[in-house]
């Protein structure tokens, strides 16, 4: 079953607000990604975050790998219109390869 | 680069009917993987390959099958659909661990 508990399900909000959502486990994965949705097409890769700790940023988004490496975020700054979709996180253990475990994904609805 | 490419895009199938739905990239990596999206259950892996001649089964496999006789390609095969089969599946590669998945834009599915 669902690994990966996503929060929130969904948001509205007004445009040039700040937004954050997070992902959590019961247990420790090695790799966290981030992932956008557009209607109609598949997950594009926005983040990927290697060790505990650590902090990255891709334009207006930045992502945390959380230091008991069983929770994510991410924070999008001043959203704008286009950041409308969904979002998932998803998880890789070492134990499973290379395969994916994805979160139920993040709603985001942006009001002009 | 075409990237991952999955057709058709959309299909409908009568109960009992099998299928199969095609996947292909073109930048030679070796892993790749299907996903089934339902809404509010984000992502769920069906199956999975780490390389041409060998595949493992994901967290909901019944009722599909797959091989990968090559590289570049991964079809799933529906063997006798079924209405909890209509659904958006994905594909997807990955040139190793860690590296996150391309998605391709999917093929949307209704067993009626």
């Known amino acids: 079953g669902q690994q990966l508990n996503q929060s929130p399900q969904s948001m509205f909000i007004q445009e040039g607000e700040d937004v954050s959502m997070n992902c959590t486990s019961s247990?420790?994965?090695?790799?966290w990604l981030w992932y956008k949705q557009d209607p109609g097409e598949g997950p594009v890769l926005l983040i990927a975050?290697?060790?505990?700790?650590e902090l990255t940023s891709n334009g207006r988004l930045t992502a945390q790998f959380g230091i008991t490496r069983k929770d994510s975020f991410l924070n999008i700054s001043a959203s704008i219109p286009s950041d409308v979709g969904i979002y998932f996180c998803?998880?890789?253990?070492?134990?499973?390869?290379?395969?994916?475990?994805f979160g139920a994904g993040t709603i985001l609805r942006v009001k002009s | 680069n075409a990237g991952v490419t999955q057709t058709p895009k959309f299909q409908v199938l009568k109960t009992g009917q099998s299928m199969t739905l095609q996947c292909a990239q073109d930048m030679n990596h070796e892993y790749m993987s299907w996903y089934r999206q339902d809404p509010g259950m984000g992502l769920r892996l069906i199956h999975y390959s780490v390389g041409a001649g060998i595949t493992d089964q994901g967290e909901v496999p019944n009722g599909y099958n797959v091989s990968r006789s090559t590289t570049e390609d991964f079809p799933l095969r529906l063997l006798s659909a079924a209405p909890s089969q209509t659904s958006v599946y994905f594909c997807?590669?990955?040139?190793?661990?860690?590296?996150?998945?391309?998605f391709g834009s999917g093929t949307r599915l209704t067993v009626v």
């Open positions: 997807a590669s990955s040139p190793d661990i860690g590296y996150g998945y391309t």
């Open positions: 247990s420790i994965f090695n790799t």
């Open positions: 975050l290697y060790k505990a700790g």
């Open positions: 998803a998880g890789q253990k070492v134990e499973y390869g290379n395969k994916l475990v």
